[in-house]
């Protein structure tokens, strides 16, 4: 074992800043060791996929990791080649957080090819481990590293995988942990989307487009991502309660007339709220039933 | 009386759409029965000339020949019109017979209408022969009437005058006694008389800014003509060329064109009753239309479905190219068109349509008819498409007055300059490559485009307009890149047909 890096921290379970979401694992880790702001732990989408990815997956990868992120929601993942890599690649494109959870030490560039991001990750996201420093790569330790994805995360999103995989034994993991499953389909025909059609088979929520992952998230963190500011919210609530035109809003919310615009946009755009043919805005159809189901899970 | 035998040809010119194109005309007065004949393919109002030229060299106490007067208008082919005539004419019998000798400037290009007592009347157009004149570098002789408008062309020399008994004395006006024409104002009402309606009244700013072209949909009384009335008082002023350009146009047409040349942006709405020819202009000779008298400001449209179909499909192509070629017998004539349209129309027939108090009873199939006579071609030309509702007249009230149009011209001008510093064209004419260069998209915004694009069903010219928009949406907001934040403002104006 070498000595601690500067910059990186040790949390041992029990001590302020470990995060409670671990206590869901049989068997917590006794002590996590990493680099970044740890408030991010526990709080993201996990996005992971199969080394050897196709094109598909790897664009897929990228793709929903960087909308995730730029909405301010972590983005985590086990910095493999392949689909992991892609993932956190796609969260700094976006300038928004990622977790990149190893199974080697915190401080160990593995794999190699993963360096230059580990070092982005490590300045402005988190690199975590339950190895200790320098701890070295090993066979057993990458499986346990994948429960300690899922439960670092509110959901998994299993964008490619054959079977069997570590990437499937993830999704596997975060069913027992009660996590919600994300999987992208893909063809029939590919052993890599193999893995994610078997889940969708089992009940997890198909993920086809950024709308799908929007309606996800907007369940999984009702608190609101990055770019739903205090107008919008606020706008939302006003619009549930009754359908107002836009100087009635502004006026209601005391904002000017241009944020209140395009908080009525992006909230259009979502397909949350709609325009009435009078001209008023108004919550739209499929927000009213997101609503309700909320409502239902609250009362069973 | 033997000195009342002789030639003579003073220059002259005929309008040629804008262009004053040079005519001399000949005088050849000889011995033989008492005649007065004009030749070359001189018009009606050219022919009734001899009559007026006649009583003006009387009443002004020269000599009117009594012998053959022949006059000709050289080139032969070219048509010539209107009554611009009859001051180049008289000149010419005036010289023929000695009664002026050397004055005044026998290189000028002379141009004016007579009465029947010698007084020297304008004429339309007398922009045009000005520019005409300077470019030649030849005096211009004309009504006194026309010096104020000719004196906004610096480096001509104009001589005015009254009637003809001022011709020995003609000479050019010093620019000390040219009179400064007074700054009319905006010439327009303000946007501080509109209370609410802040979608509309922003989308009249961008509109602004970007030129872009603007729909108002809305039901009878929502204060759609209101708004598009204003759009004129927060654009910018004309800048020299544009003003140039755009008084030509009005003078050509025989309008007031001082109010252009002290920059007040032009703006017409003419009703829905127009034929082709009075928008696009025609008729012989040619004049220039409606859009070519918006060149450069506004053309505003009422009542947008109740114009001739045939009318709006002749508005596609001069609100692609910015001008309109007008082909006809005699030749093409190219009139400059390069204006911001806005119109505006009601829902549906009865204009009550989505309007919770009234009823709408119009069908389904009225309406969709209704909405057909605009037509998508043209529909595709509006960038801003925006719902002026009825406003409930209980919350009128609550509203405080609006901005001025001066603070909202302020934010368009710099704006515009924000473009001008970017070496970017106004936004609403980019497209392609140029357009996706200008907006310097990252990757959070591309998202963004792929997201709405799919959101709202935009097809690649969707896409396009929503570009252009944020484009100048971000310069309204003084930043160089467009941003999510600006694609989904823009989102907010995109037309999908009247909806």
């Known amino acids: 074992m070498s000595g601690s890096p500067t910059n990186g921290w040790v949390l041992k379970q029990g001590e302020a800043g470990y995060p409670s979401v671990l206590e869901d694992l049989p068997d917590p880790p006794p002590a996590l060791y990493g680099f970044g702001d740890h408030a991010l732990l526990g709080d993201g989408l996990a996005v992971i996929g199969a080394r050897q990815a196709t094109p598909y997956g790897l664009s897929c990868a990228r793709r929903f990791a960087r909308w995730t992120a730029n909405r301010g929601i972590p983005v985590v993942s086990g910095a493999a080649i392949g689909c992991d890599l892609e993932a956190h690649r796609g969260a700094l494109d976006a300038d928004g957080p990622t977790v990149a959870v190893l199974g080697c030490g915190a401080d160990v560039d593995y794999p190699l090819r993963a360096a230059t991001v580990l070092a982005s990750i490590r300045r402005c996201g988190v690199v975590v481990s339950e190895a200790p420093w320098g701890g070295p790569p090993t066979r057993w330790t990458f499986p346990r590293r994948n429960r300690l994805i899922a439960a670092l995360s509110r959901a998994v999103l299993v964008v490619?995988?054959?079977?069997?995989?570590?990437?499937?034994?993830t999704a596997d993991h975060a069913l027992d942990l009660g996590r919600e499953v994300l999987a992208v389909p893909g063809s029939i025909f590919s052993p890599e989307s193999r893995g994610p059609n078997r889940l969708i088979r089992q009940g997890a929520t198909p993920i086809t487009d950024v709308s799908d992952l929007a309606h996800e998230l907007g369940e999984a963190w009702s608190a609101g991502p990055r770019t739903l500011p205090g107008t919008e919210d606020r706008l939302l609530a006003c619009l549930t309660a009754d359908p107002l035109r836009p100087d009635d809003a502004a006026r209601v919310l005391g904002t000017d007339i241009v944020s209140l615009i395009r908080a009525i946009a992006a909230l259009e755009a979502r397909g949350w709220v709609t325009r009435y043919p009078d001209g008023r805005y108004g919550i739209s159809v499929a927000y009213a039933r997101l609503q309700s189901q909320h409502l239902d899970a609250e009362h069973t | 009386m033997t000195s009342d035998r002789g030639q003579a040809t003073v220059a002259t010119a005929t309008l040629h759409g804008t262009e004053a194109v040079g005519v001399e005309v000949?005088?050849?007065?000889?011995?033989?029965?008492p005649l007065f004949a004009i030749v070359g393919l001189a018009d009606a109002a050219v022919m009734e000339a001899r009559e007026r030229v006649r009583a003006a060299i009387r009443s002004t106490g020269y000599r009117f020949p009594n012998a053959r007067i022949v006059v000709n208008l050289a080139p032969g082919p070219l048509r010539k019109h209107g009554t611009g005539f009859d001051l180049p004419i008289a000149i010419g019998i005036l010289r023929a017979t000695g009664q002026l000798d050397g004055v005044p400037e026998p290189r000028a290009r002379a141009v004016g209408e007579l009465a029947l007592d010698g007084t020297v009347r304008s004429v339309p157009g007398i922009l045009a022969h000005a520019l005409a004149a300077r470019t030649n570098a030849v005096p211009l002789l004309g009504p006194a009437d026309s010096l104020d408008a000719a004196s906004a062309l610096p480096g001509l020399a104009y001589l005015p005058v009254r009637s003809l008994t001022d011709l020995p004395r003609a000479r050019a006006s010093s620019p000390v006694q040219r009179e400064r024409l007074v700054s009319a104002g905006t010439g327009s009402p303000d946007l501080a008389d509109i209370r609410g309606l802040g979608l509309a009244r922003r989308a009249l700013e961008i509109a602004a800014a970007g030129s872009h072209n603007l729909l108002l949909i809305g039901p009878?009384?929502?204060?759609?003509?209101?708004?598009?009335?204003r759009l004129g008082s927060i654009m910018p002023p004309l800048d020299d060329e544009e003003r140039l350009n755009a008084a030509v146009i009005h003078s050509v047409a025989g309008l007031d064109e001082r109010h252009v040349l002290a920059g007040v942006r032009p703006f017409r709405a003419p009703h829905h009753s127009a034929t082709i020819a009075g928008l696009v202009g025609g008729g012989v000779p040619l004049r220039p239309g409606e859009i070519s008298l918006a060149h450069a400001g506004v053309l505003f449209l009422d009542e947008l479905p109740e114009f001739g179909p045939a009318c709006l499909q002749a508005l596609r192509q001069p609100l692609e190219d910015g001008r309109v070629v007008l082909v006809r017998a005699e030749g093409r004539v190219r009139f400059p068109a390069r204006f911001t349209l806005i119109a505006a129309a009601n829902p549906c027939p009865c204009g009550y349509r989505g309007d919770p108090d009234r009823g709408c009873r119009c069908g389904e199939s009225t309406v969709a008819r209704y909405h057909a006579r605009v037509g998508g071609p043209l529909m595709d030309r509006f960038d801003l498409v925006v719902h002026v509702d009825r406003m409930d007249p209980g919350h009128l009230l609550h509203y405080e007055a609006g901005e001025s149009s001066a603070t909202v011209r302020g934010r368009v001008c710099?704006?515009?300059e924000r473009a001008a510093r970017a070496g970017l064209a106004t936004p609403a004419v980019l497209t392609g490559q140029a357009l996706l260069d200008a907006c310097r998209l990252n990757s959070?915004?591309?998202?963004?485009?792929?997201?709405?694009?799919r959101a709202h069903h935009l097809s690649a010219r969707g896409v396009t307009r929503l570009l252009k928009v944020a484009r100048t949406v971000a310069h309204l907001a003084g930043e160089d890149r467009v941003t999510e934040n600006h694609l989904h403002e823009a989102a907010m104006y995109r037309g999908e047909g009247f909806r």
Do not use: Y
Not at chain 1, 160 to 169: D, K, M, N
Not at chain 2, 221 to 228: D, E, F, P, R
Not at chain 2, 444 to 452: K, N, P, Q, R, V
């Open chain 2, 444 to 453: 959070g915004a591309l998202e963004a485009i792929t997201f709405l694009g």
């Open chain 2, 414 to 416: 710099a704006a515009r």
């Open chain 2, 220 to 229: 009878p009384g929502a204060g759609k003509t209101m708004l598009a009335r």
């Open chain 2, 26 to 33: 000949q005088v050849d007065v000889t011995n033989g029965l």
């Open chain 1, 160 to 169: 490619e995988a054959s079977l069997p995989s570590g990437t499937f034994s």
